[in-house]
């Protein structure tokens, strides 16, 4: 009975070590994230290659339909040059015809006989005269139909030409619309890349400033950053804001700026401009994420952010805070319940996320975010808190 109690005991501790070792987090972790907030960085460049060289075929075919349909109506105004000059030169023959007639025909007789012909001084003169004038009568009207065709084939061309143009303009239309349609894809990539450059720059420091730490302490890389760095512990969280007002939950909402359906990962409180925020448990400052071009307007979603890792009632959380304005910590320090990390913002033109000032605080437990109303005790929406506990 002994040797089966110690061996429950042992695969309880057993259980329990192996269930926090795979908890803890490490320095290869944070290169890990480092390695693929990289990646994702890398792709979202390649996607914006990819939207520019498509916006720039889109406005060479633009480009090309464009001088097409300048050919074609170039072409046009050709042919109705060509038509009229034609119906000119008709009328002129016409006339010469019927001036060639007039002098020919004899108005007094049931035939008709031509005075040139009358004018032969022989027989022989006579059927040279007769073959002229039909020659020559013969030839203006061929001539004159000759020009009637071609009148007709430019007719033709002139609709085959309109037809083009129509078509022409159908694709330009199609065109533009594909070419608006990249270049607002383009300009969302842009937005999301400055953000997602900014997380990859915050895990680059991240990253870097660990390593160095994990030396300086002679710790190897798969040890726990908690053992590593001796992280302050804690017994509960409280609220990171003496005052404020819960103005959004957490949980899947329509986003009042994105316009779409997506998860709000933790919960809004609506403080002014400037508002001292607190950590929500002892812990050290793990990353920071600034904003990389405040004076961009549009260029943020979040804002500048500040992620704390804590051991509360040993386990492992982090704690994040969007949206600050400024902010008064630094990579790695440690910090207390009574530090004051940063000023409150949210509103500004760069961070696009936001209505208003406010404060939206996280609570992360592993890699999923948690619900912060099951950790800490906030009023109902809409309600006023005038504590932090």
Not at 40 to 54: F, V
Not at 79 to 91: H, V
Request: proline residues 2%; charged residues 25%; aromatic residues 10%.
């Amino acid at each position: 009975m002994m040797r089966n109690g110690i061996k429950i005991v042992c695969c309880v501790l057993s259980f329990f070590i192996f269930t926090n070792c795979i908890n803890a987090i490490s320095l290869k972790d944070y290169r890990i994230q480092y390695e693929k907030d990289l990646a994702k960085y890398n792709s979202s460049n390649n996607k914006q290659n990819e939207a520019k060289n498509k916006i720039n075929d889109l406005q060479n075919d633009i480009g090309n339909v464009s001088n097409n349909i300048d050919k074609y109506q170039k072409e046009i105004d050709e042919s109705k040059d060509k038509i009229e000059q034609l119906n000119k030169e008709i009328e002129v023959k016409k006339k010469e015809i019927n001036n060639l007639l007039s002098f020919m025909q004899v108005s007094d007789g049931d035939n008709v006989y031509l005075e040139y012909i009358f004018g032969a001084s022989s027989f022989t003169d006579f059927i040279y005269r007769s073959a002229i004038v039909e020659q020559l009568t013969k030839y203006n009207d061929e001539l004159v139909d000759d020009m009637h065709k071609k009148i007709e084939e430019n007719k033709e061309l002139q609709k085959k030409l309109a037809q083009q143009i129509e078509d022409s303009e159908k694709e330009m239309d199609k065109l533009n619309s594909l070419l608006n349609s990249a270049n607002v894809s383009l300009s969302e990539l842009i937005d999301a890349h400055e953000d997602i450059e900014e997380d990859m720059e915050a895990s680059k420091k991240q990253y870097e400033y660990f390593k160095k730490e994990f030396k300086n302490n002679g710790c190897s890389e798969n040890t726990d950053i908690n053992v590593c760095l001796k992280v302050p512990t804690s017994t509960g969280f409280i609220r990171p804001l003496v005052k404020a007002t819960v103005t959004s939950e957490f949980g899947m909402r329509y986003h009042p700026t994105q316009k779409v359906w997506k998860l709000h990962s933790g919960i809004d409180l609506g403080v002014p401009m400037g508002t001292n925020v607190y950590p929500a448990a002892n812990g050290v400052v793990t990353k920071i994420a600034r904003v990389k071009y405040p004076e961009k307007k549009d260029s943020s979603c979040g804002g500048n952010k500040i992620y704390i890792k804590h051991m509360v009632n040993g386990k492992e959380y982090v704690t994040i805070y969007m949206h600050v304005h400024t902010i008064k910590v630094d990579l790695g320090d440690y910090v207390t319940v009574n530090t004051v990390i940063a000023g409150s913002g949210g509103g500004e033109s760069y961070d696009y996320c936001t209505t208003g000032p406010h404060l939206h605080f996280s609570i992360m437990k592993g890699s999923s975010y948690v619900n912060p109303r099951n950790y800490i005790s906030f009023p109902a929406k809409n309600k006023r808190f005038t504590s932090r506990y």
